[in-house]
């Protein structure tokens, strides 16, 4: 029997009131209300995919790699010879979320990459709220209020915004369940070691980013449940040891290629740290993704909006966020009040529900506080002034400062924040009786649903374009050439293209710029043209676009003519006559990847005098060149 501050409280795997939801109901509801706030993803789970610009093309890529390296190839996916053709290039250091690679495999083998790839996107909205459930019922004591917290942490409307681009930043439904089960371990022992560890390195293998933002949390919780456990502290150091030992067992297969490939210098991983923080007004100013309201918001989004990337959205909810304050002014209003009482100066006195929401609101404005980025300026009769946040001290810690983008703190103060409403759910509904308490909920959960709601869904279809099928006739092995391309996010296209056709491409889009590609591009200054929209001036010497492409033994050259600057803006001018404030939809017509038609125009009549006719072309579309040998 437990005899600690504990003994009087529920199972994590059970519910504080046998009337009350379930786990595994509350995993029902969450999953029938995730197929109605991501409609219509399952309607098109085999034909469309979440409408990114660029990012989602490269997440697309590595789960068709990840199935073809270890399902036809029964090699390791972590070099690969179909980017930057000819030779192997190591992946180590490029993003791959093994965890959504390995979980999503079996359905992408049976329907393909965009069933996947939708599959982890609704996983990622169904576990985050059941894994807040799970850790705010363990504090909360009560199903009704954990379940809203649940909701308010899934549709955080950063989330969605993620899961357009990022799947691996988008999956971090291991996050709660990791706190619910280290919480679990510091109160109850027993097994809650293994559940520990293997939440952690879920969590770490959906992204290491992920990994390592929840070890501040971590740090927090067993820190607070180790002290207040009657359970000796030496044991649940232990136990935490072991979990930590576990999921360093789990990861090492897929953190060794990133170490291996790091200590050998193949990429530049100095990629600095990008100016992109919450924006603290934008936490409180909902997002534009609402059904009813979303629209009148285009105009303040489009004025405020300080970087184009994914991960500027920062609203966070006025329902949540209400709820959540209710908690933290009632728990700072009894902690005052008990300071000047004797009797709340004992262990036992402060050992309740308020010093938990204290926990949370510590954790929930500290990663809020990271999220904020690096500092805040302003200019006053002394000049520019500069107040550090605590994001400056954070990126200097060794391994933290691979996080870089300040926005994605604002995930586990999201995580802190979904508790703290659920805190402040159960305050409001615990004078009342249990029917009355079941309306109440149910009217807060529905406030939640609609303040967070982004419908419909986002999506695009996801087809191969009519040519495809005569890339797939050329010969096996064929290395390509597309203009035109990039050595970074421009290469994007023809990646997806790529798990079409399945031939290998000279160009390639990967997480971390190669020494050996930069090599390649000093050697070859011409490939800048093709992959960088404002290549140097060295660009304009060195050997042609013809002598290239044979000493690099590309076998065929295509061109596209879709892909030009003015093609581009013309496609761009259609959106915003039909979506004149659609960010997301603009976004998949930026003039910024293109290329000048009059650069695309001198390549071409290289291409025709150096090899003849195109061996295919659809005019204004594409034209496919055949690369011979100099007579």
Same mark, same amino acid.
């Given at each position: 029997m437990i005899t600690s501050a504990h003994s009087a409280e529920i199972s994590p795997l059970q519910a504080s009131d046998k009337k009350e939801l379930s786990a595994l109901q509350a995993l029902g509801l969450y999953t029938l209300l995730a197929i109605v706030m991501t409609w219509p993803?399952?309607?098109?789970?085999?034909?469309?995919?979440?409408?990114?610009?660029?990012?989602?093309?490269?997440?697309?890529?590595?789960?068709?790699?990840?199935?073809?390296?270890?399902?036809?190839n029964f090699a390791s996916p972590y070099t690969t010879n179909m980017l930057f053709s000819p030779g192997e290039v190591p992946l180590g250091n490029h993003t791959h979320s093994p965890g959504n690679m390995i979980l999503s495999l079996p359905i992408n083998l049976l329907l393909g990459e965009a069933a996947a790839l939708n599959l982890s996107v609704l996983a990622s909205f169904i576990f985050s709220a059941h894994g807040v459930f799970l850790l705010a019922r363990l504090y909360t004591r009560s199903a009704g209020a954990s379940f809203l917290g649940g909701i308010a942490f899934a549709y955080l409307p950063q989330h969605v915004e993620q899961t357009l681009e990022h799947i691996n930043l988008a999956s971090y439904q291991a996050m709660p369940y990791?706190?619910?089960?280290?919480?679990?371990?510091?109160?109850?022992?027993?097994?809650?070691?293994?559940?520990?560890?293997g939440f952690f390195a879920l969590n770490a293998l959906y992204s290491w980013h992920n990994g390592l933002m929840v070890v501040p949390l971590g740090i927090g919780v067993f820190l607070f449940e180790s002290i207040r456990s009657e359970r000796p502290f030496t044991k649940c150091f232990i136990e935490a040891s072991l979990a930590a030992l576990l999921a360093v067992l789990v990861i090492s297969p897929f953190l060794w290629p990133l170490i291996r490939d790091t200590k050998n210098e193949v990429a530049i991983l100095q990629k600095g740290f990008p100016p992109k923080p919450v924006h603290p007004l934008f936490t409180m100013i909902p997002h534009s993704g609402h059904p009813l309201w979303g629209e009148s918001l285009f105009a303040t989004y489009k004025q405020g909006r300080t970087y184009p990337s994914v991960g500027f959205m920062a609203y966070l909810g006025v329902i949540p966020l209400a709820l959540a304050s209710t908690a933290i002014l009632g728990g700072l209003a009894s902690l005052f009040s008990r300071l000047f009482k004797r009797s709340s100066k004992t262990k036992a006195g402060f050992s309740d529900l308020r010093a938990q929401v204290l926990l949370w609101s510590l954790l929930g404005f500290f990663f809020l506080s990271l999220a904020f980025g690096e500092s805040w300026k302003w200019t006053?009769?002394?000049?520019?002034?500069?107040?550090?946040?605590?994001?400056?001290?954070?990126?200097?810690?060794?391994?933290?400062?691979?996080?870089?983008?300040?926005?994605?703190?604002?995930?586990?103060?999201?995580?802190?924040?979904?508790?703290?409403?659920?805190?402040?759910?159960?305050?409001?509904g615990r004078p009342?009786?249990?029917?009355?308490?079941?309306?109440?909920?149910?009217?807060?959960?529905?406030?939640?649903?609609?303040?967070?709601?982004?419908?419909?869904?986002?999506?695009?279809?996801?087809?191969?374009?009519?040519?495809? &099928? /005569?890339?797939? #006739?050329?010969?096996?092995?064929?290395? +390509?050439? *597309?203009?035109?391309? $990039?050595?970074?996010?421009?290469?994007a296209d023809d990646m997806l293209l790529q798990t079409w056709h399945g031939k290998p491409i000279a160009s390639g889009y990967l997480s971390t710029r190669l020494h050996s590609i930069e090599d390649r591009l000093k050697e070859y200054p011409v490939l800048r043209k093709i992959f960088e929209r404002y290549p140097p001036e060295e660009a304009n010497s060195g050997p042609n676009l013809v002598s290239t492409v044979r000493n690099l033994k590309v076998d065929y050259v295509i061109l596209h003519f879709d892909r030009t600057?003015?093609?581009?803006?013309?496609?761009?001018?259609?959106?915003? &006559? /039909?979506?004149? #404030?659609?960010?997301?939809?603009?976004? +998949?017509? *930026?003039?910024?990847? $293109?290329?000048?038609?009059?650069?695309?125009?001198?390549?071409?009549?290289e291409l025709r005098e150096a090899f003849g006719e195109p061996i295919y072309q659809i005019k204004e579309l594409i034209e496919i060149y055949k690369v011979t040998a100099s007579p």
């Open positions: 993803l399952v309607s098109q789970f085999t034909t469309h995919i979440p409408r990114g610009a660029h990012d989602i093309y490269q997440n697309i890529w590595n789960l068709w790699w990840w199935k073809t390296a270890l399902t036809e990791f706190s619910w089960a280290l919480a679990s371990l510091c109160r109850y022992g027993g097994k809650w070691w293994l559940a520990t560890g006053n009769e002394e000049g520019p002034q500069e107040f550090f946040l605590p994001f400056h001290w954070m990126k200097k810690i060794p391994f933290f400062g691979l996080v870089r983008v300040p926005n994605r703190f604002l995930v586990p103060a999201a995580l802190c924040f979904a508790v703290l409403a659920s805190f402040g759910a159960r305050s409001l009342l009786i249990p029917k009355t308490k079941t309306i109440v909920f149910s009217l807060m959960t529905l406030l939640v649903i609609l303040d967070l709601a982004w419908w419909p869904y986002p999506m695009r279809e996801l087809t191969p374009p009519d040519y495809i &099928q /005569s890339i797939r #006739d050329l010969p096996e092995d064929s290395t +390509l050439l *597309n203009i035109p391309s $990039g050595h970074r996010a421009r290469a600057v003015e093609s581009l803006n013309t496609q761009r001018e259609k959106v915003q &006559q /039909s979506h004149p #404030d659609d960010f997301y939809q603009l976004r +998949l017509y *930026n003039p910024e990847k $293109g290329m000048p038609r009059a650069t695309l125009n001198r390549f071409q009549q």
